[in-house]
Each structure stands twice: as structure tokens, then as C-alpha cells.
């Protein structure tokens, strides 16, 4: 009954799960993603990150460090939380729910990030969360604007051939997944991987590859 | 709409271009923090436009995002400044003490007979009207239980709609109601912005 229009680009489609209107599908392509993003949502459930030892260079030295587990649980979650909201971007079959996946993402990018008390983690935190809020507008946008000129926002209409999504539409999700995917960009900047819980922070930079995978998968397609 | 809409999308792009220049010019925080919340009320603004019933049924996630990515960031400022909670109210304004009760009523009773979206967004300013005057120490927790119940009789109704539509009626009053509901607690959390005990 469900047979994606495109397969050059992620391939036949390989199970479809049926919401009314709404179809989540896995191809090739988005089911690579998916286990991918599986195996690091499981590394944050299992990892206890809570003995972290810094080994002193040029000796035998190492330093325990002190973790507040408070921080870490909340850390944990958030990293969970993300990884979960990556899984529903990968299997979404629908523009608006693919917006709001990835605004969840960059929500839970802001909370990872931020669970580091230093006063220049949080500094980063916030700049990263100004951006992550302004880039709801152009992906927000977007959405709206296939809405309103293809009348539809399911992905099984919009890659067929006959409907055109306007460019400036596909421009503005690329820019708003760019914003909400931003993180390990601030993050090279701040001390946070060699911080506390720096497991967890693998979860922004697993996130944000996978979000600019998939919208590049969407908007080739349409 | 052949000429609403692109005349609206102009005006969204004029507002943009102006939110963008502001952002980049401002140099306090807690002035940014305020313009991006301004600039996310274009993003709705832009799914508005499409003016469909399914437009109106997606703006309430884009506000909801929009104020938990508003939350998160505003707790993020708190925690590094260190600011903390003033002891005492910060200003004694007497219309804010006798006003509240009956404004408060007035706007959720209207809300009430307008139900739905429109009732939602009526009903919550007159709780978060009544929050930002009251405060809100016992409140917030009952608001919390009737947002969940609400959400449950929301999705019950699309189970009306999708295994016994010749219900319908019955499952569009659930919504309106449940709706009126959700959209109030969710916006009366604005309400809360002061801070308290139990945020």
C-alpha cells in the first residue's frame, strides 16, 4: 500500500507504521540512522560515568575527580531524553513532527550542556540556547511554508514528483536543523568534554550528526 | 487568502529582519533573552498564516517548544548570574491585590463559553494574571494534575474519533473542553515566571 516515491535516495522502504494520516517508516538509510542512534541512547543508559580519573602526564599521578551525582542523574536523563527524540526524527514520516523532534533536541542539547556548573560551560549554554530558540523560526517556518504551498506535510506526498516544494522552504529547514544542531560547535569551545559526565556529551555530537543526515535525506527528496 | 498571504509573509519577513537586526545590536542578556522570545512568536505567526484548521492544531506545540526552550534558557541566565529568589515582594502595587480575583474569574468564565483554542488562550490570561499578582505557593501542583487529566481526555476523544465516529459530537465537546484546559495550563505557567517555591 506504501511505496516511497524515491528510492535512489534511502532506498525501498522497509516497515511502515500506520497513525492515521501520519506514516513512520524506516528505509535502508533512516534504519542505519536509527540503530545508530539506538547503540548511543543504550551507552547513556548503561555508562556510569561517575569514577573518572584524569591520569597526570608524565607520571604516574592521577586525579579522582569529585561528581556531584545530582548533576548526573539530571545529565543522564537529558542525554536519554535526547537520544529518544532522535529516534522519533529518524522515523518520521512527516515534516511537522520532524520539526518538533528536532526542537526537542536542541531543548535537551541546552540541558546536557548546561548540567556543568562553570560559569563558562554555562556562558556557552546559553549563547548555544539563544541560537537553538531563534532557529525554531526558519524551521518552524518551513514547515509552515510547505503547508501552505503544497497543502500537505506527510513525506509520502511530498517526494513524489508531482508536488514542488518551494526552495526557500527546504533553505529554511536546513538553517533551523543548522541552529538547533549547533551544540558540539560550543561545545569544542567550553572545558565540558573534559568535564564531568563527558560520556553524556557524546549524545550532542550523535544528536546533531544524525539530525543533518536526515534533513539532507528530506529535503534531496523533495 | 490569494492576497493575504503573501502580503502577510512580507510583514513576517519585515519583522524578521527587524527581530535579527535587534538581536544583533543588543548586547545585555537578559534583553536578548526577551527579543528571541519575541523573534519565536514569528515562527507562529508564519504557521498562522496557512490558516487551516491544521495550522491551528500545530500552533500549540510550536508555543509549547517555544516556552520550554524559553524555560530552559532562562534557568540557564538564573544559574549563571547566581541570582536568587528577593525575599520580599519587589513592588507593592494596590490594583495588583484587588484586581486579580475578580479580572481572574471574568476572563476564565469567558473562556469557558468561548471553549477550544480561543477559550484556552482567554481562560489563561486570566490565570496568569491572577499567578503574577497571587503568587502561586499551592497552586502550581493542582495545575499540573488538571493539564494531565486534560491531556488524557484529549487523546480518549481522537479514540472517539477513529473507532466510533458516529460519536462525534460528543468526542469535538471532550476536545474543546480538554483543549480549553491544556492551553490554560500550559499558558498560565507563564504566570509562574516570577519564580517561587515550587519551580
Given at each position: 500500500m506504501?511505496?516511497?516515491p524515491?528510492?535512489?535516495?534511502g ?6 507504521l500506520e497513525?492515521g494520516d501520519i506514516?513512520?517508516?524506516f ?5 542505519v540512522?536509527f540503530?545508530?542512534?539506538?547503540l548511543?541512547t543504550?551507552?547513556?543508559i ?5 569514577r573518572?580519573v584524569?591520569?597526570?602526564f608524565?607520571g604516574?599521578?592521577y586525579?579522582?575527580k ?12 537529558m542525554a536519554?531524553?535526547?537520544?529518544l527524540?532522535?529516534l522519533g526524527?529518524m522515523v518520521s514520516?512527516?515534516?511537522f ?5 528536532a526542537?526537542m533536541?536542541?531543548?535537551?542539547n541546552?540541558?546536557?550542556?548546561a548540567?556543568?556548573r562553570n560559569r563558562?560551560?554555562l ?5 548555544y540556547?539563544?541560537v537553538?530558540?531563534?532557529?525554531t523560526?526558519?524551521?518552524f517556518?518551513?514547515?509552515a511554508i510547505?503547508?501552505?504551498s503544497?497543502?500537505?506535510l506527510s513525506m509520502?506526498e511530498l517526494?513524489?514528483?508531482?508536488v514542488a516544494v518551494p ?6 529547514l536546513?538553517l533551523g ?6 551544540a558540539?560547535?560550543?561545545?569544542a569551545?567550553a572545558?565540558?568534554?573534559r568535564?564531568q559526565?563527558a560520556p553524556?556529551?557524546l549524545m550532542v555530537?550523535?544528536?546533531?550528526l544524525?539530525?543533518?543526515l536526515?534533513v539532507?535525506?528530506?529535503v534531496?527528496?523533495m | 487568502m490569494?492576497?493575504?498571504y503573501?502580503a502577510?509573509l512580507?510583514?513576517?519577513a519585515i ?11 543588543e548586547k545585555?542578556?537578559l534583553?536578548?533573552i526577551l527579543?528571541t522570545?519575541?523573534?519565536e ?7 498562522a498564516?496557512?490558516?487551516t484548521?491544521?495550522a491551528e ?8 517548544v517555544g516556552?520550554?526552550?524559553?524555560m530552559?534558557v532562562?534557568?540557564v ?8 529568589a528577593p525575599?520580599?515582594p519587589a513592588f507593592?502595587?494596590?490594583?495588583m491585590?484587588s484586581?486579580?480575583?475578580i479580572?481572574?474569574?471574568i ?6 463559553f ?8 482567554v481562560a ?5 494574571f491572577y499567578?503574577?499578582?497571587r503568587?502561586?505557593a499551592?497552586?502550581?501542583e ?6 494531565g487529566y486534560?491531556w488524557?481526555?484529549w487523546i480518549g476523544?481522537?479514540f472517539?474519533f477513529?473507532?466510533?465516529p ?6 469535538v465537546?471532550?476536545?474543546g473542553?480538554a ?9 498560565s505557567?507563564?504566570g ?8
Amino acid at each position: 500500500m506504501f511505496n516511497l516515491p524515491t528510492t535512489n535516495i534511502g532506498g525501498q522502504e522497509l516497515f511502515v507504521l500506520e497513525f492515521g494520516d501520519i506514516v513512520n517508516y524506516f528505509s535502508p538509510y533512516t534504519a542505519v540512522l536509527f540503530v545508530f542512534a539506538l547503540l548511543f541512547t543504550a551507552l547513556a543508559i548503561v555508562s556510569r560515568p561517575e569514577r573518572q580519573v584524569d591520569i597526570a602526564f608524565g607520571g604516574d599521578a592521577y586525579y579522582a575527580k569529585e561528581v556531584d551525582p545530582n548533576l548526573l542523574r539530571f545529565q543522564r536523563f537529558m542525554a536519554i531524553a535526547c537520544g529518544l527524540a532522535t529516534l522519533g526524527a529518524m522515523v518520521s514520516g512527516d515534516v511537522f513532527n520532524f520539526t518538533l523532534f528536532a526542537s526537542m533536541v536542541g531543548i535537551t542539547n541546552i540541558g546536557i550542556v548546561a548540567a556543568y556548573r562553570n560559569r563558562h560551560v554555562l556562558n556557552a549554554a546559553f549563547q548555544y540556547g539563544i541560537v537553538a530558540m531563534l532557529a525554531t523560526v526558519p524551521l518552524f517556518g518551513g514547515a509552515a511554508i510547505v503547508l501552505a504551498s503544497t497543502g500537505t506535510l506527510s513525506m509520502w506526498e511530498l517526494f513524489t514528483d508531482g508536488v514542488a516544494v518551494p526552495l526557500i522552504a527546504k533553505a529554511f529547514l536546513v538553517l533551523g536543523v543548522m541552529g538547533e544542531g549547533m551544540a558540539p560547535f560550543y561545545v569544542a569551545k567550553a572545558e565540558i568534554t573534559r568535564a564531568q559526565g563527558a560520556p553524556f556529551i557524546l549524545m550532542v555530537h550523535v544528536s546533531s550528526l544524525l539530525l543533518f543526515l536526515r534533513v539532507i535525506e528530506i529535503v534531496i527528496s523533495m | 487568502m490569494d492576497v493575504a498571504y503573501p502580503a502577510g509573509l512580507l510583514v513576517v519577513a519585515i519583522g524578521i529582519v527587524i527581530g535579527f537586526a535587534a538581536l544583533v545590536r543588543e548586547k545585555d542578556d537578559l534583553h536578548r533573552i526577551l527579543l528571541t522570545d519575541l523573534a519565536e512568536v514569528l515562527a507562529l505567526v508564519l504557521i498562522a498564516l496557512v490558516a487551516t484548521d491544521l495550522a491551528e492544531a500545530l500552533i500549540l506545540p510550536g508555543l509549547v517548544v517555544g516556552i520550554s526552550e524559553l524555560m530552559a534558557v532562562s534557568e540557564v541566565y538564573i544559574a549563571r548570574e547566581g541570582l536568587r529568589a528577593p525575599k520580599e515582594p519587589a513592588f507593592r502595587i494596590e490594583v495588583m491585590e484587588s484586581a486579580p480575583g475578580i479580572l481572574a474569574l471574568i476572563l476564565v468564565a469567558y473562556g469557558i463559553f468561548l471553549s477550544g483554542f480561543t477559550g484556552g488562550v482567554v481562560a489563561a490570561a486570566g490565570a496568569v494574571f491572577y499567578f503574577i499578582c497571587r503568587g502561586h505557593a499551592e497552586q502550581f501542583e493542582l495545575i499540573e494534575t488538571v493539564s494531565g487529566y486534560a491531556w488524557a481526555i484529549w487523546i480518549g476523544a481522537f479514540f472517539i474519533f477513529m473507532f466510533l465516529p458516529q460519536y462525534w459530537f460528543f468526542a469535538v465537546m471532550m476536545a474543546g473542553g480538554a483543549i480549553l484546559l491544556k492551553v490554560m495550563a500550559k499558558m498560565s505557567l507563564v504566570g509562574t515566571m516570577r519564580g517561587g517555591p515550587d519551580v
